[in-house]
């Protein structure tokens, strides 16, 4: 079963996460219809941009984005879903998996979440996105990006996926890394986000493999894949460097 909105926020695979609970601010719904104001105010700009949601094998994807101009050092998201009777159905908070956190975000980029809900994804109709833990970096600390990533393929099969990607380092190496790939299904259509954190990226081209546990339609393809690095992680630190890059 699969179920596209555009709206709201995914995410496949996370191979280092946080966890957490509560929330500072609700997203727009992914209808794009914002809470009722007094006439004249100003609406409040969300933390992060909800742009995308999906549902895959019982899996619910969301995508954010970061449309301020400075990096978000850090948040905690919690996502809910509910029925088109406003029923709740799942949320984060339930998720053993610790979702859903997201650190160093640039500005202009996307980051996707995941929440496993089985049957009652098959339900969703509307999903919302509030944060807590939120930090931001100052303007001045922006730096450039020394990686870039580009999609080779996609290999799948009954058990799940596997997206092969080049990552280019212009730096002699890059500690860590977060990368994500945005897969389309067949209809052209947003579906999933493969997600996880990568060590020790050396100069040069790195290849690497990012796996999805669930099952993707055929014709599903790779729309892009995002990569930076991350250097203020709360879930510990980078290993040592002394070899090629390795998942977390």
């Excluded at 894949?225 to 070899?243: E, N, W």
Aim: glycine letters at 10%; one cysteine or more.
């Amino acid at each position: 079963m699969r179920t596209v909105r555009t709206g709201a926020l995914v995410m496949v695979l996370v191979v280092a996460v946080l966890g957490g609970a509560g929330c500072t601010q609700i997203s727009r719904k992914a209808a794009g219809a914002d809470s009722a104001r007094a006439p004249g105010q100003t609406p409040a700009r969300p933390i992060l941009e909800t742009v995308a949601w999906g549902v895959v094998d019982g899996m619910l994807s969301v995508v954010v984005e970061n449309t301020s101009d400075r990096t978000l050092r850090s948040a905690v998201g919690v996502i809910t879903a509910r029925d088109r009777d406003d029923v709740l159905v799942a949320t984060s908070l339930e998720s053993p998996d610790g979702c859903c956190a997201v650190v160093d975000l640039p500005p202009g980029q996307r980051f996707g979440f995941y929440v496993d809900i089985g049957e009652g994804a098959a339900d969703v109709t509307r999903v919302d996105v509030a944060y807590r833990n939120v930090a931001w970096a100052p303007a001045a600390e922006q730096q450039p990006n020394p990686l870039t990533a580009h999609p080779v393929g996609i290999d799948s099969s009954t058990d799940g996926a596997v997206v092969v990607a080049d990552v280019r380092s212009t730096e002699p190496t890059v500690a860590q890394a977060s990368v994500q790939a945005f897969l389309n299904g067949p209809d052209g259509e947003f579906l999933a986000v493969v997600a996880g954190r990568w060590y020790c990226f050396a100069g040069g081209d790195n290849e690497i493999r990012m796996q999805l546990p669930h099952p993707v339609p055929a014709g599903t393809t790779v729309e892009r894949v995002v990569v930076h690095p991350v250097t203020d992680d709360a879930g510990g630190a980078a290993p040592p460097c002394a070899g090629p890059s390795q998942a977390g």
